[in-house]
């Protein structure tokens, strides 16, 4: 089945213990892309990879570091998490070449509490 | 990439046709429009694209007028599992950045 996997599901940290998200697509896709979404504000993104050791910033990357070392992974990395971090947090991948890269699968977010 | 504008909610019935239009009047010759649903707590799902006319699939259609500064997402006979957030996005086949609006909050009642 073609599919967006985030781990964890659920996250509850405190402030500057150092946490990765995973994101892992099985679709040989060559984009992925982090965002997160805070009531009001909508999602915006964060990072985002065109492909394997190709990233750069989006929106709001403060806080975050991304890497992309193998095709399908695509960990989203907070060195030292604080509280306006606390977020839903969603990983999302597609076709660059050869297809609409608007036709972007999602996975199923990341609940991210900081305290 | 082109700004969005669309309604920031809508209520229905199930079983009635629901019409959400999404303003976009600065859409460039090589942009396109796409439809995404969102559930709440789940990630957003791609539902529908087109260009020009009319497109339909299994979820949804979406009319385009000729000159492509509006679009509207047309759910027949919704059901209660149709209430979401959809939103209205336009740009180039490929990019690098979706820019998501606030979207239309859907409400449907039984």
């Known amino acids: 089945e073609a599919q967006v996997t985030q781990n964890p599901r659920y996250l509850i940290t405190v402030t500057g213990k150092k946490l990765t998200v995973t994101c892992s697509q099985n679709m040989n896709h060559e984009y992925m892309s982090w965002y997160r979404q805070d009531p009001g504000l909508g999602l915006r993104q964060i990072y985002y990879?065109?492909?394997?050791?190709?990233?750069d910033k989006g929106d709001v990357p403060e806080g975050y570091k991304v890497s992309r070392k193998e095709k399908r992974n695509f960990p989203l990395i907070l060195e030292s998490p604080s509280p306006n971090q606390t977020s839903l947090y969603f990983c999302?991948?597609?076709?660059?070449?050869?297809?609409?890269?608007?036709?972007?699968?999602f996975g199923p977010g990341t609940r991210l509490t900081v305290t | 990439l082109a700004k969005t504008t669309q309604p920031i909610s809508m209520d229905s019935y199930e079983g009635q046709e629901v019409n959400i239009t999404c303003s976009h009047n600065?859409?460039?010759?090589?942009?396109?429009i796409t439809w995404y649903q969102q559930f709440p707590s789940q990630g957003p799902r791609f539902i529908i694209q087109?260009?020009?006319t009319k497109v339909t699939n299994e979820v949804a259609s979406l009319f385009i007028p000729a000159d492509r500064k509006s679009s509207t997402l047309s759910l027949p006979r919704v059901s209660l599992s149709d209430t979401a957030v959809y939103y209205c996005?336009?740009?180039?086949?490929?990019?690098?950045?979706?820019?998501f609006g606030t979207g239309t909050r859907l409400q449907v009642f039984p």
């Open positions: 999302a991948s597609s076709f660059q070449w050869g297809g609409s890269s608007y036709e972007q699968y």
């Open positions: 996005l336009v740009g180039p086949l490929s990019t690098d950045k979706l820019i």
């Open positions: 990879s065109m492909n394997v050791e190709v990233t």
């Open positions: 087109g260009y020009k």
């Open positions: 600065n859409i460039a010759t090589n942009d396109y």
